[in-house]
């Protein structure tokens, strides 16, 4: 059983993790397109994958955001619809969850 303090740090370890990446999606996002147009194909293809990819990491981020916001208010581990704990089972595997798994549902 992990105690808050150690959830708290692995959220924020991957925050870390998330920022620096976002700042890879976006550094090739801004990249000069080639001007060959079969490569700009190919490369409108990958920027729409990166950008799904990058919008993807964002609402992770935000969702970490929100628990971090939870721990400091001594929330974290309850779900924020009906107020019941969430299992460790279910913080393991997704630690910046807001809800349980029945109101997940």
């Known amino acids: 059983m992990k ?3 150690e959830r708290e740090t692995q959220l924020r370890d991957r925050m870390v ?9 976006e550094d090739a996002l801004d990249e000069r397109p080639t001007p060959d147009v079969e490569d700009r194909a190919v ?10 990819l990058g919008n993807a990491e964002l609402l992770e981020f935000r969702t970490i955001e929100a628990a971090l916001v939870r721990v400091t ?15 460790e089972a279910r ?3 997704l630690p910046a969850t ?3 798994q029945k109101c997940a549902t």
């Open 43 to 52: 490369e409108r293809e990958s920027d729409e994958v990166l950008e799904g």
């Open 17 to 25: 993790e998330l920022h620096a990446h976002m700042h890879v999606i």
């Open 98 to 100: 807001p809800k349980c």
């Open 3 to 5: 105690t808050t303090a």
């Open 91 to 93: 913080l393991d595997v």
């Open 73 to 87: 208010d001594g929330e974290y581990g309850l779900c924020v619809n009906c107020g019941d704990k969430i299992t």
